[in-house]
């Protein structure tokens, strides 16, 4: 029986999380679970799994349903309330938190010596240095969650220091980029929250909107898999069916397929190196009439190309990028700037911020207060024009 944290509990992935533990109560169990402001969900998800602690971020949510709460479980509330989430009767913890918040989370398990699956793709694009580090340091395992990596470490056989020549990241494009240009800069926030291929969290789906997704993902490989940023190439795979692939010396690539769906790479995050069914039917070959791939037009693209220009920098910069991504996305889903404006923002906080080691969580925390702050008060100084 593996204890699982569940931090993120009530988000896209946390829910999918408890869906894999619901089918296989004799495997897992939830030990402590953890989230933002979803009060009635976070109540009904305590009720049905009885974690030993759960935690709300969102104190004013929390006095909403506290009286309706089991008493067996213990809580915690307030912004930092999450940490008490990781507690030491867990196995594993499940990073499924969005944004900057996730690299504590992961710094306070490889602290406590406990293995991560990791959903978290913002704590490894700000920290992965030191996260990678520490984690090698303490000999804790990072499981990925994150379905593109998923597809890696299992062609890699789950061994990541297994050698390659390079690696092939799959994108399905988002809604967006058969679009001009001219097209995409009049894209509204309904049009940019319906993904083609996956159903997602408000945030990620943004981020595959404009593919900053993939950029932070070209972050997240070069950190999980310790490999340059110049032997990670991406393509364009709109069926969403090949979810990535690895390039060996002698001209093999080996790649993984399957439906799209996150049960896959949750799970497995959960078993590996077994795996044990899921409910995603079998890949039926004869049907698929056809697999596309397509270069990335980077011209459409600019937080794409953002992305890569800060990981080839290094130090704070791939933080400044997510920052500021992150800060500009909630914006745009608050409707204060425009889809095409999300790129301005981030490359306004690159260009602003000097670049140094990114070894501390402290110089890491005092960049993501400095990137929130210069957009926010672009956007404030735009809004009052
Ligand atoms: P969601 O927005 O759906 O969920 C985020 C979760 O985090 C919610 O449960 C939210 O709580 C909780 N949360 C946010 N901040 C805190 C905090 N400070 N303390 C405690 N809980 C917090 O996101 P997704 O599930 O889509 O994504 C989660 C992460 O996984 C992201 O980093 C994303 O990039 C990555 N990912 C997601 C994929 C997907 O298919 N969704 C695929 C690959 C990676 P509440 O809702 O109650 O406020
Ligand atoms: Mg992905």
């Not at 010596?113 to 959903?119: C, S, T, Y």
């Not at 190439?233 to 397929?257: C, K, L, R």
């Not at 997510?322 to 490359?347: D, G, H, K, M, T």
């Not at 260009?351 to 110089?363: F, G, L, M, P, V």
Request: charged share 20%.
């Amino acid at each position: 029986m593996k204890k699982i944290a569940l931090l993120g509990s009530t988000g896209s992935i946390g829910v999918q999380v408890l869906g894999v533990v619901s089918r296989y109560p004799e495997l897992f169990s939830i030990v402590s679970l953890s989230a933002g402001s979803n009060a009635e969900l976070f109540r009904e998800q305590v009720k049905a799994f009885r974690p030993k602690v759960a935690t709300l971020k969102d104190a004013s949510a929390f006095s909403r349903v506290k009286e309706n709460l089991p008493t067996t479980t213990t809580y915690a509330v307030g912004e930092d309330s999450v940490l008490s989430a990781i507690v030491e009767e867990a196995d594993i913890v499940v990073v499924a938190v969005v944004g900057f918040a996730g690299l504590q989370c992961v710094l306070k398990a490889i602290e406590m010596g406990k293995p991560i699956a990791l959903a978290n793709k913002e704590s490894l694009c700000c920290g992965g240095e030191l996260v990678t580090r520490l984690a090698k340091e303490k000999n804790v395992p990072i499981y990925p969650v994150d379905s593109e990596h998923s597809a890696i470490w299992q062609c890699l056989d789950f061994d990541k220091t297994r050698e390659c020549v390079s690696l092939t990241l799959t994108a399905s494009g988002g809604p967006f980029w058969r679009l001009t240009k001219e097209e995409i800069a009049g894209v509204t926030k309904a049009q940019a929250l319906k993904h083609p291929t996956w159903n997602m969290g408000a945030k990620i789906t943004i981020d595959s909107a404009t593919l900053a997704n993939k950029g932070l993902e070209v972050m997240e490989a070069r950190y999980l898999f310790d490999i340059p940023e110049d032997r990670i190439e991406v393509v364009i795979h709109p069926e969403s069916i090949v979810h990535s692939a690895v390039n060996f010396a002698d001209g093999v690539t080996m790649a993984q397929m399957s439906y799209p769906n996150m049960e896959i790479p949750i799970q497995l995050a959960l078993t590996a190196p077994s795996r044990i069914p899921t409910t995603v039917k079998k890949l039926d070959l004869a049907t698929l009439s056809q697999l596309t791939f397509y270069p990335v037009p980077e011209e459409k693209f600019p937080c794409f190309h953002l992305a890569r220009q800060a990981l080839k920098a290094g130090g704070v910069l791939p933080c400044a990028y997510s920052v500021a991504n992150e800060a500009a996305v909630f914006a745009f889903l608050r409707e204060e700037i425009r889809f095409s404006q999300i790129p301005y923002y981030i490359s306004l906080a690159m260009d602003k911020i000097s670049n140094e080691r990114a070894d501390t969580y402290q110089t890491l925390l005092s960049v993501k207060t400095e990137a929130e702050r210069i957009v926010t008060a672009a956007i404030r100084g735009q809004l009052c024009k």
